[in-house]
């Protein structure tokens, strides 16, 4: 799409695209249609245009660029959030939660320790240390994920349905996070590039929302879950700007 913007001068009708499209006067580049000069009796008129391309690709780079801090820090802050000395339960549901998932774990045939990775407001992580990672974890993550839904059920046995619980080992979650968002940046691009829609690999509802949330302030691409039951596709496609 190529947007077009007039003023009586250049750098008027460049600070009003620039207003209008949301950035700075030197983050774009434009290409001058009409200048008329102005007379005695008449106003002179220059027309410039913008090529949307560009803009969108700026305004991703903007959005890449504020999300991986937060998504460092976030990541920092949870892994630094207890010091190792801390990590042991510090009430009667961590002793249960922490003791049933070591448990489980170990019956799988598979020595584990369990100790609390994070605590926030109705959540709390769970670090599962072990030799075997690779195969806790599994494919996709789909063996932490059916641990994390059978520890979720436990929970709310024993009372605490109230509580989210998180499975992780060897920061996992973390490098699945950075994964995704990366992942739904590159098919932004690559469908504004083709203007074909892209069908991502399916993922459990957790994963969608980074997909979607990731996406969401970019105007031009828009996504949608696709397939039936727990793991469904998203479709990355191009709607062009409005």
Do not use: C
Request: net charge neutral; proline share 2%.
């Amino acid at each position: 799409m190529i947007y077009e913007f007039e003023g009586k001068t250049e750098r008027e009708a460049i600070e009003l695209a620039a207003s209008q499209l949301g950035l700075e006067t030197d983050q774009f580049d434009v290409e001058i249609l009409e200048n008329q000069s102005g007379g005695l009796f008449k106003k002179g008129k220059v027309k410039i245009r913008v090529h949307a391309a560009d803009v969108a690709l700026l305004e991703t780079q903007a959005i890449v660029a504020k999300i991986q801090p937060i998504e460092r820090v976030r990541a920092m802050s949870r892994a630094e959030a207890i010091p190792e000395a801390d990590r042991l339960p510090i009430d009667e549901f961590e002793a249960k939660i922490v003791a049933w998932t070591e448990e489980v774990v170990t019956k799988m045939g598979y020595p584990a320790k369990v100790t609390v990775l994070f605590r926030e407001e109705k959540k709390i992580g769970l670090k599962i240390e072990t030799d075997n990672t690779s195969i806790i974890i599994g494919k996709k993550g789909k063996n932490i994920d059916a641990l994390q839904l059978l520890a979720n059920v436990y929970a709310g046995v024993v009372g605490r349905d109230d509580i989210k619980v998180i499975l992780d080992s060897e920061n996992y979650r973390i490098r699945r996070e950075e994964s995704l968002v990366r992942i739904a940046y590159e098919s932004a691009e690559q469908v504004r590039r083709t203007g074909r829609s892209i069908l991502l690999e399916p993922m459990n509802p957790f994963e969608r929302r980074i997909v979607h949330t990731t996406l969401n302030d970019i105007v031009d691409i828009e996504t949608k879950s696709e397939g039936e039951g727990l793991y469904k596709q998203v479709r990355v496609m191009f709607r062009g700007r409005k």
